[in-house]
């Protein structure tokens, strides 16, 4: 069974420094992975979706990679802005379409 | 239009009630989901539809009835829930196949139906 982790889980950094967060899944053989963002109260908004024969995904300030081979994947977010505060989650499906969620990274970003 | 709509955002019922929670997509996606997500916690999936099929239901109590009339739809039936179902339902959708010819796109999910049983 597929198991998602994601570290940290709560993250507090001041404005314009760029981090990383972190995502490790158990079983490497995944379709792709997608990482969400959530406010508060809300939906989710996708962000990436990184296919599994890629290596790299950007959008704006975001940077995804994923390894399959160490099951790992990491979402990079360049000069980060308080208006990225939010959680971030990431997915990787099953056979049947079935996502499996990490439990997340709450991250806080100071002005 | 690329969004999964949703209705109510909110909803207050009793335990006696018999609500539906509503949610749309004109995607063309062939695949549809309800989740369910407790605070500070990841979504918990309840339900899978492919191609309007039950595929998927993950144990879920009776007092939900999942319905998925048409392509474009999902429902999710309520009845004589507990005060423990509190949580914010979401519904999401994809395409069929992760091997689809115009690339494959990921999950998209809608805004979310804030749920309390009082």
């Known amino acids: 069974k597929q198991e998602v982790t994601q570290i940290p889980a709560a993250l507090s950094v001041p404005e314009g420094e760029n981090l990383v967060l972190n995502c490790s899944f158990t079983d490497s053989a995944i379709y792709n992975l997608q990482w969400f963002r959530q406010d508060p109260g809300k939906g989710l908004t996708s962000l990436l979706l990184?296919?599994?024969?890629?290596r790299e995904q950007t959008s704006g300030r975001l940077n995804a990679s994923l390894d399959k081979s160490s099951g790992r994947s990491t979402l990079y977010i360049a000069a980060s802005q308080p208006g990225d505060s939010a959680t971030y989650l990431c997915a990787v499906p099953g056979s049947a379409r079935q996502l499996t969620f990490g439990s997340g990274t709450q991250l806080t970003v100071l002005p | 239009d690329t969004e999964v709509t949703q209705t109510p955002k909110h909803l207050v019922m009793g335990m006696t009630n018999k609500k539906s929670l509503k949610c749309e997509q004109h995607m063309g996606h062939r695949a549809m989901y309800w989740y369910k997500q407790k605070a500070k916690k990841p979504p918990e999936l309840m339900f899978v539809?492919?191609?309007?099929?039950?595929?998927i239901n993950e144990s879920v109590p009776s007092r939900f009835s999942p319905e998925c009339p048409n392509s474009s739809l999902l429902n999710l039936h309520l009845h004589a829930l507990q005060p423990e179902d509190s949580a914010l339902y979401l519904c999401?959708?994809?395409?069929?196949?992760?091997?689809?010819?115009?690339?494959?796109?990921?999950?998209?999910f809608g805004s979310g139906t804030r749920l309390t049983v009082v």
């Open positions: 539809y492919s191609y309007e099929k039950l595929s």
């Open positions: 990184i296919q599994s024969s890629q």
């Open positions: 999401a959708s994809s395409q069929g196949s992760f091997l689809e010819p115009k690339g494959y796109h990921g999950y998209t």
